[in-house]
């Protein structure tokens, strides 16, 4: 069993540091009111056992917590007096400076906290260690100083969620839909070199790389691209190769147009092909100022292209990007494997969703890519035209920004819709469990503790918004002054973006199933529980409604990804409630409003049953279904791309893609226990070394590659095939 320590760092479960504790408090006091020798070890092995039933790491707190309970039990309330008081003081001792702790553990990479945060990081490296320490100050002075303590002990407790208070000392924002298409065609400026509209397709990748880049150190949540953005500088290259190609021809007196546009077409197709390999090439390379490769997602969807030519053209860019993630990267050992980013995502229409359509060849590409390597993701342009309707009643189909959080219908002032340029402001989310258990299953109280916890949300809501009020463009000139998001003069505020729905700022909730689960009794998807569901998502609906009008800011229901948070939470009802059996008895909770993990349900009903929540979070939420491996099956893939097309606006197929470099297996990499804590093996040469080995597995809305905490590998672990 193990434990971690208050820094971090994890150790092995001592029972002797337990009754050496007792045994100072007992010293403490007059021998008529000491516990025997017996006594003290009861308590200790009652703790052990207290420990080991909760199935993972166990932090000293906790320990604690039971000991203090454990004496209590033996009426020893003398002792107990002492114990709590020897614990009062050392914590007010420690709480004159956690931070530096904090980091030198950071530093010395046996922080077992940090290492598992992020899926996506890699703590042994300087800039990784470097964002992190200047996350830990300041989260430091958001605790300390920006925010109220009802707000902090309400996020400590896992009441809520105030993310990313890593970066919230900073006027940051969270994801958004980066404009490229006015950045290439009208320029922009990098590290104050202006860069003019590129001269041909390559180019074009080239200079989107570096504004990923450049847009990723300048916020900390995912952003998106789209292709099309891309489309027109194949015709820039398609001119300027066929004029190459003619005029090297006619040198050696040739002047046969069949020759000449075939000669270009193949350069055309290679210029693509080196294109799209920067892209994915310099995305999974680059390091942004946070230590990770830009959390970047490319969007493809041949409906935006303005023209059959361009439509075309964009064809060939999709077809391309497909094929390269369909081989994907070479690890250290020259071994083909699975990259993280881009997340790609693909848009399933009438022109490509049935055999015999127009672009039935890219959905059969993407339907093998998803097999191999767990993209694309896929939206309905069918379901999403429904959903996203605005004030003049036209849908419109668009991407998300980073992994799964959706803008807001919008027009501009010209009646015309916009997407591309706006911005997320940021996410707290609500533990709906939390909710439920504290209202001991009484329905009056529940609603009445719900919207207790929803005005704490609204509330720190609003100090996310008025972080960003007054933030000048010169604070990030590549995102508000040279086109990824606006245009705004130096020195002007970035204010008007923040109101009228430009903009939007997140309500997060998650553990749906486990809150209907205490109040009802059963899942959520039983028939007689869903009203209940319904009724708790549609409650926050009507509330981010109401503070949108109060604000005139966007506010916007969220499927919240938990990644580290679903362990936290976890552990925090744990700590408040007890292990309760099919409600906290797990290392985590359901994310949004999905089926619990481990419910046996098909990929069909699934996804039918997830489409009535996922229209109930505009804000943003993704649906998935865990399926084996497809790659020799698939038909099966295009039928649920198909079912998704029709039923669901935004959905995933989780894959596995792993391979053990000891050994050269490329199967799936197993999750063992051991000594109370889950490791990663090569079931083929039993090869534990995590440095050792290439996992990719889908976390929440997009693949991870540096592992995950232990609530999040038991969660993988308990993942049930809908397959």
């Not at 200079?207 to 900390?220: H, K």
């Not at 097999?371 to 999403?384: F, G, L, N, Q, T």
């Not at 080995?693 to 905490?709: D, E, K, P, S």
Request: with cysteine.
């Amino acid at each position: 069993m193990k434990i971690i320590k208050r820094n971090g760092a994890e150790v092995r479960f001592d029972i002797a540091k337990i009754l050496n504790a007792i045994r100072k408090a007992n010293n403490e006091v007059s021998e008529g009111n000491r516990l025997t020798e017996e006594q003290i070890e009861k308590i200790a092995q009652n703790v052990k056992g207290l420990a080991g039933d909760l199935n993972r790491a166990v932090n000293v707190e906790e320990i604690q917590d039971f000991v203090e309970n454990q004496i209590m039990d033996q009426k020893a309330y003398a002792v107990a007096r002492k114990y709590i008081t020897y614990r009062y003081t050392r914590a007010l001792i420690r709480k004159s400076n956690t931070t530096d702790a904090q980091i030198l553990t950071l530093i010395e990479c046996n922080n077992e906290e940090v290492k598992q945060e992020n899926s996506n990081k890699n703590p042994t490296v300087n800039s990784v260690q470097r964002d992190y320490m200047a996350g830990e100050v300041s989260k430091d002075i958001t605790r300390r100083i920006l925010l109220p303590r009802e707000i902090v002990e309400a996020h400590d407790e896992g009441i809520i969620h105030f993310h990313d208070a890593d970066y919230f000392a900073q006027h940051m924002h969270n994801c958004d839909l980066v404009n490229l298409e006015d950045m290439l065609q009208n320029g922009t400026v990098i590290s104050g070199t202006f860069i003019e509209k590129p001269h041909s397709f390559s180019t074009a990748c080239n200079i989107a790389t570096q504004i990923i880049a450049q847009v990723a150190s300048n916020q900390y949540g995912g952003q998106s691209i789209s292709l099309t953005h891309l489309a027109p500088f194949v015709e820039i290259s398609r001119r300027k190769i066929r004029a190459e190609v003619k005029e090297e021809l006619a040198s050696v007196g040739i002047d046969d147009e069949a020759r000449i546009a075939a000669i270009a077409e193949k350069r055309l197709r290679d210029e693509i092909k080196r294109g799209i390999q920067t892209i994915q090439y310099q995305v999974v390379t680059l390091l942004t100022t946070n230590g990770q490769a830009p959390f970047v997602t490319v969007f493809m969807y041949l409906g935006e292209a303005r023209s059959e030519e361009e439509r075309h053209d964009l064809a060939l860019i999709i077809e391309e990007t497909l094929n390269q993630r369909i081989q994907g990267v070479k690890n250290e050992s020259g071994v083909w494997v699975t990259p993280a980013f881009p997340k790609l995502i693909y848009v399933l229409e009438e022109d490509n969703v049935r055999e015999g359509s127009k672009y039935w060849y890219l959905t059969e590409l993407a339907a093998r890519c998803t097999a191999k390597r767990m993209v694309p993701d896929y939206i309905s342009e069918k379901k999403m035209l429904e959903y996203k309707v605005d004030r003049n009643g036209e849908g419109h189909c668009y991407t998300c920004m980073g992994c799964r959080s959706f803008l807001t219908p919008y027009v501009d002032e010209n009646g015309k819709p916009k997407y591309y340029g706006r911005f997320n402001q940021g996410v707290v989310t609500i533990n709906l469990v939390d909710v439920a258990l504290s209202s001991e299953g009484d329905e009056d109280a529940f609603w009445k503790i719900f919207d207790e916890r929803l005005e704490l949300c609204y509330r720190a809501l609003m100090y996310r918004h008025n972080r960003l009020k007054g933030t000048l463009s010169d604070a990030a000139p590549i995102l508000w002054q040279y086109g990824a998001l606006a245009r705004l003069k130096k020195g002007e505020p970035i204010d008007k973006l923040l109101y009228g729905g430009y903009s939007t700022i997140s309500l997060g909730y998650a553990g749906l199933y486990e809150c209907v689960k205490y109040m009802t009794g059963k899942s959520h998807t039983d028939p007689e529980a869903k009203p209940f569901a319904l009724r708790v998502m549609q409650h926050m609906n009507d509330k981010c409604k109401e503070w949108k009008k109060k604000e005139n800011i966007d506010f916007s229901l969220y499927g919240t990804p938990l990644e580290s948070t679903t362990y936290k939470f976890a552990k925090c009802l744990q700590q408040r409630f007890g292990v309760i059996p099919g409600v906290t008895d797990k290392n985590y909770i359901t994310n949004s409003y999905h089926v619990h993990v481990t419910e046996k349900i098909d990929a069909f009903t699934k996804l039918k049953f997830e489409s009535e929540f996922q229209q109930l979070s505009p804000g943003g939420a993704i649906s998935y279904v865990e399926v084996p491996n497809m790659q020799d099956n698939i038909p099966a893939v295009l039928a649920v791309m198909q079912y998704i097309y029709d039923n669901i606006m935004y959905a995933e197929l989780n894959t596995k893609s792993d391979y053990c470099q000891n050994c050269g297996y490329d199967g799936e990499i197993a999750i063992v226990e051991e000594d109370g804590k889950l490791l990663w093996e090569c079931p083929y040469c039993h090869n534990r070394d995590q440095s050792k080995m290439n996992v990719a597995r889908r976390t929440c809305g997009y693949i991870g590659t540096q592992y995950w905490n232990q609530g999040r590998t038991q969660e993988i672990k308990d993942r049930v095939l809908h397959l």
